[in-house]
């Protein structure tokens, strides 16, 4: 009976409870505030330029294209457990391309030039976004052609060398896959030269990819 007793005594030592597992503390991961996209981006142009003053060339709206790069970044989130991705707000700069063909009662004439958009973005939703800003443009070159007045004046347009800054306003759709779909209204600003009194505004249809490069 001694023995059966040193038996059970040593076997109640050996027993140890399962301890309960240590709860692990709530690991919550912050996004970062601001999210980076790079891309390309293509559009059609549609130019309407009005004349005044004394210039009546007959230029009549016009169409066009263009592409380059795009830089966009989204920041403001909408909640806790939402990604800068998806951000409220958001600034898109683009780097473009733009070639123009317009006629005028005496010639065709062929203008290329660059467009940099500077875009303020608020977005209601994680994919439709409003944009307004300026858009820096100007013509790289055009062709040696000369265009005809009623005032009896004759333009080189070799000397077309305008520089504008449009305002712009539009909106942004973003679309699976990282493509985007965008269209703008572009309001110039400024005469083509100096001494001839023509303003373009634009309305822009565009396509992009982007991807991301920060999230």
């Given at each position: 009976l001694m023995a059966i007793c040193l038996s059970l005594g040593a076997s109640a030592q050996d027993f140890k409870p399962e301890s309960s597992p240590t709860p692990k503390p709530n690991v919550i991961v912050k996004p970062k505030k601001v999210s980076a996209f790079l891309g390309?981006?293509?559009?059609?142009?549609?130019?309407?330029?009005?004349?005044?003053?004394?210039?009546?060339?007959?230029?009549?709206?016009?169409?066009?294209?263009?592409?380059?790069?795009?830089?966009?970044?989204?920041?403001?989130?909408?909640?806790?457990?939402?990604?800068?991705?998806?951000?409220?707000?958001?600034?898109?700069?683009?780097?473009?391309?733009?070639?123009?063909?317009?006629?005028?009662?005496?010639?065709?004439?062929?203008?290329?030039?660059?467009?940099?958009?500077?875009?303020?973005?608020?977005?209601?939703?994680?994919?439709?976004?409003?944009?307004?800003?300026?858009?820096?443009?100007?013509?790289?070159?055009?062709?040696?052609?000369?265009?005809?007045?009623?005032?009896?004046?004759?333009?080189?347009v070799g000397d077309l060398k305008p520089y504008d800054v449009k305002l712009t306003v539009g909106a942004e759709l973003k679309l699976k896959g990282g493509f985007s779909a965008s269209i703008r209204y572009n309001l110039g600003t400024s005469k083509m030269a100096g001494n001839f009194d023509m303003k373009c505004n634009t309305l822009a249809i565009g396509i992009g990819y982007l991807f991301n490069i920060a999230k």
């Open positions: 390309i981006k293509a559009q059609g142009l549609y130019c309407m330029p009005s004349e005044s003053g004394d210039l009546n060339t007959g230029a009549s709206a016009f169409f066009g294209y263009g592409g380059g790069a795009a830089l966009s970044l989204r920041f403001g989130n909408r909640g806790i457990n939402t990604y800068a991705t998806d951000g409220i707000f958001g600034v898109q700069i683009e780097a473009m391309y733009a070639h123009y063909s317009m006629e005028t009662y005496s010639e065709d004439i062929s203008l290329q030039g660059y467009e940099i958009p500077v875009l303020l973005q608020w977005w209601p939703t994680s994919s439709f976004g409003i944009e307004i800003g300026p858009t820096f443009s100007g013509v790289i070159s055009s062709a040696d052609n000369v265009i005809s007045s009623d005032s009896k004046t004759d333009y080189y």
